[in-house]
């Protein structure tokens, strides 16, 4: 079986769509990459699905900027961990850490594919699968910062998983291949 998972974005601080129409352009279900990118080149990478990708996005933003997610310094290294006794501490100096926090969420970059545009919603647990482990195995994301959680279902067939990036910048197409690679996301025989 072939999936085909056609790229779209980036959406972040500044490139959200702000009509209606347009939002709702963004409210299937689908796979996405949020990538933070650093100085000297790091890159986090998170790969994550949801029924609903807008409000999954907005989500991630959302915890960012409430102090319920890790914060990072420029070059990337975690300075802030979410525990509630360190928000209460981080309250003292909320000049440094809300700028923390909004650095964060400004370099917070959403690239999704849509279940309508290539593959059933059956399948949105084996992709996201698929790229932890690919981002795994290349070390190529710098940090991945949800690879563990294994697949969700059986399958008992080979699968492919193919990317197209028309929907994208040559820049982001650049990145995401990088990320995720040239060959396509295999599977085969059952997982259990």
Sequence with gaps: MKLDLHWRGPYGAGLFPDT??????????????R???????RTVAYVGQ????LARMDQHVSA?????????DESGQVVFQPAFDARLRALNDIETVAGLALAEARR??????FCDDGFDSDFLGLVEYLLMQRLAESGKGGNAENINRPPVAEFDHEVIVESEFDGVAAADEKLLRGLIGEAPLALEGTLG
Excluded at 35 to 41: L, N, S, T, W
Aim: with cysteine.
């Design 35 to 41: 990538i933070k990118r650093y100085a000297g080149g």
């Design 20 to 33: 209606p129409e347009a939002m709702e352009g963004l409210l299937g279900a689908g796979i996405y990459l």
């Design 50 to 53: 949801s029924k609903q990708l």
């Design 64 to 72: 960012v900027l409430g102090l319920a997610h890790v914060l990072r």
């Design 108 to 113: 917070m970059r959403f690239f999704c594919a």
